[in-house]
């Protein structure tokens, strides 16, 4: 078996969070991004989000430090985006009805 230096795992741990936040920042629903919406009174909407902000009436304060970081990174949990559809109407809601 392989021995593995301090150093080599900090690198290989640093490289995989890299590479987590990429994929995540690539998911997010950041404004000038096509999105679709999943959930809630907008169901099966397509548009383009124009704004991307905090939800002030949000639970998320209760999360975990973690989880906030998480949720931070991605823009998602905690966040509202406006959205406007090929049709010029104009929306808001949650930024995790994005999700699937």
């Known amino acids: 078996m392989e021995r ?6 900090k690198d290989r ?6 590479t987590l936040s990429k994929k995540i920042v690539a ?3 950041r404004e000038g991004k096509l999105v679709e919406i999943f959930k ?16 002030k009436f ?6 975990t430090s973690i989880q906030s970081a998480m949720s931070e990174s991605k823009g998602t949990f905690g966040f509202r ?7 010029g109407e104009k929306f808001f809601t949650k930024a995790e009805y994005t999700i699937k």
């Open 81 to 87: 985006i406006g959205v406007k559809t090929s049709g």
């Open 40 to 55: 809630g009174k907008h169901k099966g909407k397509v548009g383009v989000v124009f704004w991307h902000g905090r939800d």
């Open 27 to 29: 998911d997010s629903p």
């Open 4 to 9: 593995i230096s301090q150093t080599e795992k």
């Open 13 to 18: 741990a640093w490289n995989a969070m890299r």
């Open 58 to 63: 949000s639970t998320s304060q209760y999360q």
